[in-house]
T-cell receptor, first 115, second 110 residues
Framework: KAGVTQTPRYLIKTRGQQVTLSCSPI?????VSWYQQTPGQGLQFLFE???????NKGNFPGRFSGRQFSNSRSEMNVSTLELGDSALYLC??????????????FGPGTRLLVL | GQQVMQIPQYQHVQEGEDFTTYCNSS?????IQWYKQRPGGHPVFLIQ?????EVKKQKRLTFQFGEAKKNSSLHITATQTTDVGTYFC??????????FGKGTHLIIQP
């Protein structure tokens, strides 16, 4: 099976702009989670989608949003970018049998740099 | 919310030495997972522990889950250069999703 794919892999934006990141989960996986990874804060949970519905949400401002499509592909959007949003954004998929505690299969990530 | 503390933050070892990283939670965990992230890579699942006092082995890696299900450890015997990376523990965070520790960076000197 193909792994989790994320596009784009690298992105440079300026403050105030918005960005959309895309994630394609492993075939058959219905749950997609997003994480932000920075050197200072480590891996932080953003949100999780299952069957096109946001099932869990981390402690991030409303500028961070996401959605999931009927084919389980997911996008996350960050509006009004700030310098502190520079990070590696990781998407992870899991079968989605009902709990967030399933094994997470991570994609390669999108490295976002905000100037 | 739940916190997962991991120590040490960095560990330098000579190749062939053993390595241990420890994970402590402020609350009882139903299960704990361990991931490894190579430099420039993404986290890769290693193992999940569920039972109190559980010990699992993967070749040179030994994982333990504490009796109270609030702590866990990963021990690597006779480290090799391929073991370089950051090791994360993660516990279920309920509404917060998976809660990851900050990770232990393993640096191996040949």
């Amino acid at each position: 099976k193909a792994g989790v794919t994320q596009t784009p892999r690298y992105l440079i934006k300026t403050r105030g702009q918005q960005v959309t990141l895309s994630c394609s989960p492993i075939s058959g996986h219905r749950s997609v989670s997003w994480y932000q990874q920075t050197p200072g804060q480590g891996l932080q949970f953003l949100f999780e989608y299952f069957s096109e519905t946001q099932r869990n949400k981390g402690n991030f401002p409303g500028r961070f949003s996401g959605r999931q499509f009927s084919n389980s592909r997911s996008e996350m959007n960050v509006s009004t970018l700030e310098l502190g949003d520079s990070a590696l954004y990781l998407c992870a998929s899991s079968p989605g049998t009902g709990t967030i505690q399933e094994t997470q299969y991570f994609g390669p990530g999108t490295r976002l740099l905000v100037l | 919310g739940q916190q997962v503390m991991q120590i040490p933050q960095y560990q330098h070892v000579q190749e062939g030495e053993d390595f241990t990283t420890y994970c402590n939670s402020s609350t009882t965990l139903s299960n704990i997972q361990w991931y490894k992230q190579r430099p420039g890579g993404h986290p890769v699942f290693l193992i999940q522990l569920v039972k109190s006092g559980e010990v699992k082995k993967q070749k040179r890696l030994t994982f333990q889950f504490g009796e109270a299900k609030k702590n866990s450890s990963l021990h690597i015997t006779a480290t090799q250069t391929t073991d370089v990376g950051t090791y994360f523990c993660a516990g279920p965070g309920g509404a917060d999703g998976l809660t990851f520790g900050k990770g232990t960076h393993l640096i191996i000197q040949p």
